[in-house]
């Protein structure tokens, strides 16, 4: 069925285009781009911003198999590593001609077993290591072991090895990323010289491209958040374009008089006469009830407007009192970064959350001038 949810989720592909462009040009110009597109892509759409981006860079990366499956289904046909499979998920990857990283000789002898058993070549495999996130990867101690596992294997290849910097975005900790980076150069050092072949390397993220694209640019960084207009600090961020606008409508105006109440639980009495708006979209849409009483506000006709009361399933309620507007006008829940930013901030978050959550019953709009 098409979606015909009035909320909309409006995705400026010359803002991509823009962003993309920006990050290229901090790279060498032979330096591959992985764009990650777990999370059905940052909350905007994997599939479509996948097929439009398919052309301009060399590799897409999802967190689980299942998303690497609904590109495929998509026609993506660029290579696709999986970060984070599971024993359970090989055969799947397998068939689907997906990429799996491995980080752990448990999932490195299963995967070696099912492809023995299913008689193939060369399949593809990278090597995560562990260089101080302490979250997924192998330790540097392992590389005997797993030189010994994969050096001899005709079934299987090396295609690259990579790490994760904890701390790319935060200044205050350059000592700590530093070490980092030499210790991945230490275990590329070792491991490499050691294989049937020389895979490719990589370990910058977004804000890693923009403070250690000189130490630590190797053969390949993984663009992710960035490609929809969010940096590492607020100077970055005003350098990127806005590529992700959600939109709805005003349903109905309400005016309620002093000690009236409003939504569930009476959680807004009103101290005065006040106009409210009521829009369809709610926490099932991935608007965190923290928006709620004052915490979050919404644009409607370029002034804000904040939640009041609880952010209900559906729907929310604004103040609108002094904002010229009438029912069935369009109203900004999500403007731009800055706005993001600031009321991710009020709620404790960050902006990946509010991206992240959207519900996918929102409709994607394409948006190109």
Excluded: W
Excluded at 32 to 60: R, T
Excluded at 213 to 236: H, P, S, T
């Amino acid at each position: 069925m098409e979606n015909s949810h009035v909320t909309t989720l409006e995705i400026d592909l010359n803002a991509i285009d823009f962003n993309l462009n920006f990050f290229k040009s901090k790279l060498n110009k032979n330096t591959k781009i992985l764009l990650v597109v777990k999370a059905f892509g940052y909350g905007s759409d994997a599939q479509k911003i996948a097929a439009y981006l398919e052309p301009k860079v060399n590799y897409f990366a999802v967190a689980y198999t299942d998303e690497g499956i609904a590109l495929r289904n998509a026609g993506i046909k660029k290579p696709i590593l999986v970060l984070h499979p599971q024993k359970s998920n090989i055969s799947k990857i397998i068939e689907y001609q997906l990429e799996p990283t491995m980080y752990s000789i448990a999932l490195l002898k299963s995967l070696i077993e099912i492809v023995k058993t299913e008689q193939l070549k060369n399949v593809p495999i990278h090597l995560k290591f562990n260089t101080g996130l302490n979250r997924l990867g192998f330790n540097k101690t392992a590389i005997s072991e797993i030189v010994s596992i994969v050096k001899n294997e005709e079934n299987i290849f090396v295609k690259s090895i990579f790490s994760h910097i904890a701390a790319s975005e935060d200044l205050n900790e350059r000592e700590f990323t530093l070490q980092q980076i030499n210790d991945f150069k230490s275990i590329a050092d070792e491991l490499i010289p050691q294989l049937k072949n020389t895979p490719f390397k990589h370990m910058l993220n977004t804000s890693g491209i923009i403070n250690y694209a000189e130490e630590a640019q190797f053969e390949m960084v993984r663009l992710g958040i960035g490609l929809y207009g969010f940096g590492n600090d607020k100077n970055e961020t005003s350098k990127l374009k806005n590529a992700l606008t959600l939109k709805s409508v005003i349903s109905q105006i309400h005016t309620i008089e002093k000690g009236e109440s409003l939504g569930y639980n009476r959680s807004y009495i009103a101290e005065k006469t006040t106009k409210t708006a009521t829009i369809p979209i709610g926490h099932a849409d991935g608007i965190s009830r923290q928006f709620g009483k004052g915490v979050g506000f919404i644009y409607v006709n370029n002034q804000e407007a904040p939640i009041v009361g609880n952010v209900c399933m559906d729907v929310i309620m604004v103040n609108i009192t002094g904002i010229d507007c009438n029912e069935g006008d369009e109203v900004l829940i999500y403007r731009d970064q800055q706005h993001m930013e600031t009321i991710a901030k009020r709620a404790n978050t960050i902006p990946y959350e509010l991206l992240t959550a959207i519900s996918q019953r929102i409709k994607r709009v394409l948006k190109k001038c």
